[in-house]
């Protein structure tokens, strides 16, 4: 987990890996947005993060994914190898989680 700003409670950045011993079938990274303060610059570190796992995990150059594109725009895209999924949490009180997925397999699946 990587903490993106000095907020008293910070937004934070996570990847997950699930999978069994043989392959990984979900790359998850999750952004918690805490407070409404630093969303956008979070939202942007989530995507740039976004954008290199893809690279690495499918082979498929996403540096032309658009950063001001929006999440629903990018969910679905098929890689061959992969499609990415999104889901928005609402947290109680204040804040936001975002999770992009990167599934293993593709949309027809």
């Known amino acids: 987990m990587r ?3 000095n907020e008293a409670q910070p937004d ?6 699930e999978g069994n011993a043989d392959a ?3 790359l998850k990274l999750k952004l918690n947005v805490n ?3 630093d969303a956008p610059g979070s ?4 995507l740039i993060a ?3 796992l893809i690279e690495r995990a499918t082979g498929y150059y996403a ?3 658009q950063l001001e594109k929006s999440r629903e725009e990018l969910a679905g895209i098929d890689f061959g190898s992969g499609v990415l999924k999104w889901r928005y949490d609402p947290h109680l009180r204040e804040g936001y989680s975002l999770v992009a997925s990167i599934v293993r397999g593709s949309s027809s699946d």
Request: with cysteine; charged share 10%.
């Open 3 to 5: 903490e993106l700003n």
């Open 12 to 17: 934070n950045l996570a990847y997950y890996v």
């Open 24 to 26: 990984a079938t979900c």
């Open 35 to 37: 407070s409404g303060n």
């Open 43 to 46: 939202e942007i570190v989530l």
């Open 50 to 52: 976004l954008q290199k």
């Open 63 to 65: 540096m032309h994914l």
